[in-house]
């Protein structure tokens, strides 16, 4: 494993700050202002920087974000429209960083006050780490429903390497720089296991700080859950072909069974609660994506 001590300050932290916080956006009008409002009240007395990568937004993301300049010192927008993808816009925001820390969240979810002095401890321990995902805040119980609760620890949903998701994470320059930044095939959903699986077999420790809080908003309506469920199915595919190699395991016959058991029998929750018909749909949804993504990407990941 590479060394967890702190890393050495070159030239850069002279003019820019040592920590950087990198936002994707795209169409994110709606929701931006929660999340610079949670950025501009942190605790964190160090200077940091925070880089907005705009996507290719049709809406007012961008004039939004620079009106918040005054109150976030060290806020820039730069354009990442040039190729559609959270993994593109995460890696034009890095490059233009100068932090050796580097930061992650979302522009439609809400960091907790102390969230940039929890990643800041936690990274002096550890090459790249994951804070607390909490679900509750933001969503309305049907949403909850389909994806429950408060994150503990790092996720494990694969039976193969720990992950954090990107919507609260962290790394040290040198991870993403000898990773050679995110996955770009990985446009949406994914990407976070894809990178963090990368740096643990390169050798890079990830560890949880349960004080660094990210209030986490999911879908608002059913349909649009269906469709983010049938995407990360797709891409589960396509980690089962770049990682199989490495250990990555296909789920037993025993559980895939339990699964489509499960929704043959719930199928009557369709005409149920709410909350009972979107983790219905989602769980199906996720299986219809899996089908698919094997059928493309030529294995057999269901």
Same mark, same amino acid.
């Given at each position: 494993m590479h060394d967890d001590g702190a890393e050495n300050v070159d030239a850069r932290a002279v003019a820019r700050p040592a920590v950087s916080v990198v936002m994707p956006a795209c169409n994110a009008a709606a929701t931006i202002s929660q999340q610079f409002e949670g950025l501009a009240g942190q605790t964190y007395e160090g200077p940091w920087e925070l880089v907005v990568a705009d996507n290719g937004s049709r809406d007012e993301t961008a004039m939004i974000a620079r009106r918040w300049?005054?109150?976030?010192?060290?806020?820039?927008?730069? %354009?990442? +429209? &040039?190729?559609?993808?959270? $993994? !593109? +816009?995460?890696?034009?925001?890095?490059?233009? =960083?100068?932090? @050796?820390?580097?930061?992650?969240? %979302? +522009?439609?979810d809400v960091v907790d006050s102390g969230w940039i002095a929890a990643m800041v401890t936690g990274l002096r321990r550890h090459p790249t780490v994951g804070g607390r995902i909490d679900r509750t805040l933001l969503n309305d119980p049907a949403s909850v429903a389909a994806r429950p609760g408060t994150t =503990? $620890?790092?996720? &494990?949903?694969?039976?193969?390497?720990?992950?954090?998701? =990107?919507?609260?994470?962290?790394?040290?320059?040198?991870?993403? =720089? @000898?990773? &050679?930044?995110?996955? @770009?095939?990985? !446009?949406?959903? $994914? @990407? &976070?296991?894809?990178?963090?699986?990368r740096a643990q077999l390169a050798g890079y420790a990830v560890g949880f700080v349960p004080d660094a809080i990210v209030h986490y908003r999911l879908r608002s309506n059913i349909v649009g859950m269906a469709r983010q469920y049938y995407t990360y199915g797709r891409t589960h595919t396509m980690l089962y072909r770049d990682f199989a190699a490495a250990g990555m395991p296909r789920l037993a016959l025993a559980e895939l069974c339990r699964e489509w058991g499960w929704l043959a029998r719930h199928a009557p929750d369709l005409y149920r609660s709410r909350a009972q018909r979107a983790v219905w749909l989602t769980r199906l949804a996720m299986r219809a994506g899996r089908i698919v993504g094997s059928i493309h990407h030529r294995v057999v990941y269901l």
């Amino acid at each position: 494993m590479h060394d967890d001590g702190a890393e050495n300050v070159d030239a850069r932290a002279v003019a820019r700050p040592a920590v950087s916080v990198v936002m994707p956006a795209c169409n994110a009008a709606a929701t931006i202002s929660q999340q610079f409002e949670g950025l501009a009240g942190q605790t964190y007395e160090g200077p940091w920087e925070l880089v907005v990568a705009d996507n290719g937004s049709r809406d007012e993301t961008a004039m939004i974000a620079r009106r918040w300049a005054d109150q976030i010192p060290r806020l820039s927008v730069v %354009d990442a +429209a &040039d190729r559609p993808g959270v $993994s !593109h +816009a995460r890696n034009v925001g890095c490059r233009a =960083t100068g932090g @050796e820390l580097m930061l992650f969240c %979302d +522009a439609d979810d809400v960091v907790d006050s102390g969230w940039i002095a929890a990643m800041v401890t936690g990274l002096r321990r550890h090459p790249t780490v994951g804070g607390r995902i909490d679900r509750t805040l933001l969503n309305d119980p049907a949403s909850v429903a389909a994806r429950p609760g408060t994150t =503990t $620890s790092l996720l &494990d949903s694969f039976g193969f390497l720990p992950y954090p998701l =990107t919507a609260n994470c962290g790394m040290r320059r040198e991870v993403w =720089t @000898e990773l &050679d930044g995110f996955d @770009e095939r990985y !446009h949406y959903g $994914s @990407e &976070d296991v894809a990178f963090f699986w990368r740096a643990q077999l390169a050798g890079y420790a990830v560890g949880f700080v349960p004080d660094a809080i990210v209030h986490y908003r999911l879908r608002s309506n059913i349909v649009g859950m269906a469709r983010q469920y049938y995407t990360y199915g797709r891409t589960h595919t396509m980690l089962y072909r770049d990682f199989a190699a490495a250990g990555m395991p296909r789920l037993a016959l025993a559980e895939l069974c339990r699964e489509w058991g499960w929704l043959a029998r719930h199928a009557p929750d369709l005409y149920r609660s709410r909350a009972q018909r979107a983790v219905w749909l989602t769980r199906l949804a996720m299986r219809a994506g899996r089908i698919v993504g094997s059928i493309h990407h030529r294995v057999v990941y269901l």
